[in-house]
């Protein structure tokens, strides 16, 4: 449904309503009747309440800005209050003048075919406005459009009274006009009563009733999503505001934290089209998790990284061993407390059953400037590497050798073909002792790299690039 159709359904009711008040007020002042002029103050408030809505549908229908983040749809709401207080101010203006008619001696009203002509017409038109704007009420989730419906569905109901009212004046009591009166005041009243009702509950923020359940049961069917911790739903114009916090297992990557949490807003924009939901992950420890996943977990909370993490079960406890990553230029005083404190955490976490123990690696700087080093030492890595390479049988042959000469030494890399049914494990000790050798063999090297592929995929490399050393 367009906002041109709300516009234009709160327009024609503003047609519809001066109208109306129009010919009520001209049959009251004619017959003197209390009823109708009653009605004729009635269909006035609702011009008036129309103009209202009208203006509010226009303002509310505005997309969120700076100022207005969730949008501007309690502008309706707004509306919808300001319309029940003049509901409830006209009650009290219609109940005045009909006890005032009541306590009189003599009252003249005057029932005529006209007067009854003109309040089944009001009756009429009453019904095809109500149904009018429930249909496009209900179809946008307008607050305002919903108010000026039930006025409409009011105003049946209190013309019927002033029908019945007019028939007793025709039988000969006058007074039955003012008690009529005293019908449409009651009418009235209870319109005002519903719809402040349902107002103030979204000016407060009152949730609409079962939506947070409902929430919770779309978001808590998605796989991944361990538990819904918590809902809370905000009603603004016809969208309902819903913040979801969800629990997620803790070891899952930022990637796919993110894609998951965009995975429950859509499903429930597909289930819920009336809710936009804000969705916040928080980590979970879920009780299948590994305790490698927990090393690792805990570590990166506080800003490390591990690797090497090894379990083994010793009779009835585990041991635990992991080399920790700390920055290379702290002293060996300060990167113990880093690796005991991440012993203190995990022991808690762990328990009691389980050791502990860890090895301090220096995490590099990432950035160095170098250049080639003189070609004595390149020669001197070339021999080197191949002597280091011909002495381990695993090893079928290395190319693309790089030297260079940066601020902390020598940075050797090169590619080492395997086997292609080598085991990974062997291949790792197979570079593991070619860059000892190295090593012990070149003085000064900071930093060697070893790019380990198997030979069916890096023989024709091995044809293009010969065993020589370059530079970046």
């Known amino acids: 449904m367009s906002e041109?159709?709300?516009?234009?359904?709160?327009?024609?009711?503003?047609?519809a309503s001066a109208v109306m008040t129009v010919m009520k007020l001209t049959v009251g002042l004619m017959t003197g009747s209390l009823g109708v002029l009653s009605e004729a103050a009635h269909s006035l408030l609702d011009m008036g309440a129309a103009l209202l809505t009208w203006f509010a549908v226009r303002v509310g229908d505005q997309p969120a800005d700076e100022r207005h983040p969730y949008g501007h749809g309690k502008v309706e709401s707004v509306s919808a209050l300001i319309e029940t207080g003049l509901l409830f101010v006209t009650a009290a203006w219609i109940t005045k003048e009909a006890v005032t008619r009541l306590m009189a001696d003599t009252v003249e009203v005057e029932s005529t075919w006209w007067s009854v002509g003109v309040i089944v017409v009001s009756i009429l038109i009453d019904i095809g406005r109500s149904r009018a704007l429930s249909k496009v009420a209900k179809e946008t989730g307008s607050q305002a459009l919903e108010a000026d419906a039930l006025h409409f569905s009011s105003d049946i109901l209190s013309s019927t009274a002033v029908l019945v009212g007019l028939g007793f004046v025709w039988l000969g009591w006058p007074k039955g006009d003012a008690v009529s009166a005293l019908g449409v005041a009651g009418f009235v009243v209870l319109a005002g009563w519903r719809l402040g009702s349902r107002?103030?509950?979204?000016?407060?923020?009152?949730?609409?009733?079962?939506?947070?359940?409902?929430v919770e049961a779309v978001a808590a069917a998605i796989p991944g999503v361990a538990r819904v911790e918590r809902v809370r739903a905000r009603p603004a114009g016809p969208v309902v505001f819903?913040?979801?916090?969800?629990?997620?297992?803790?070891?899952?990557?930022?990637?796919?934290?993110?894609?998951?949490?965009?995975?429950?807003?859509?499903?429930?924009?597909?289930?819920?089209?009336?809710?936009?939901?804000?969705?916040?992950?928080?980590?979970?420890?879920?009780?299948?998790?590994?305790?490698t996943e927990t090393v690792r977990v805990m570590a990166a909370s506080r800003g490390l990284a591990v690797h090497h993490v090894g379990v083994a079960n010793l009779d009835d406890r585990r041991h635990v061993s992991f080399d920790i990553e700390v920055d290379e230029t702290l002293t060996i005083a300060a990167a113990h407390t880093?690796?005991?404190?991440?012993?203190?955490?995990?022991?808690?976490?762990?328990?009691?059953n389980v050791t502990i123990d860890t090895h301090i690696d220096p995490r590099r700087r990432e950035i160095f400037s170098g250049a080639l080093p003189p070609g004595e030492r390149l020669t001197e890595v070339e021999q080197a590497l191949n002597a280091a390479a011909r002495v381990d049988s695993l090893v079928s042959s290395v190319h693309r050798l790089e030297v260079q000469d940066r601020e902390d030494g020598l940075y050797v890399s090169f590619h080492c073909l395997f086997p292609d049914h080598a085991s990974i494990g062997r291949v790792h000790h197979a570079t593991a002792r070619l860059e000892h050798r190295l090593r012990d063999s070149v003085p000064g090297i900071s930093r060697v790299v070893v790019h380990a592929e198997p030979v069916s995929e890096g023989i024709e490399a091995e044809h293009e690039h010969a065993t020589s050393p370059s530079g970046d």
Do not use: M
């Open 199 to 214: 107002t103030i509950d979204v000016l407060v923020d009152a949730a609409p009733q079962g939506i947070a359940e409902r």
């Open 338 to 352: 880093v690796a005991t404190e991440l012993e203190t955490v995990l022991a808690a976490e762990l328990g009691d």
């Open 242 to 291: 819903a913040e979801v916090v969800l629990k997620v297992g803790r070891t899952l990557h930022l990637e796919q934290v993110e894609a998951l949490r965009r995975l429950v807003i859509k499903t429930l924009a597909a289930e819920l089209p009336e809710v936009q939901p804000i969705v916040i992950a928080e980590p979970l420890a879920l009780d299948d998790e590994s305790i």
């Open 4 to 15: 041109n159709a709300k516009e234009s359904v709160a327009i024609s009711s503003v047609l």
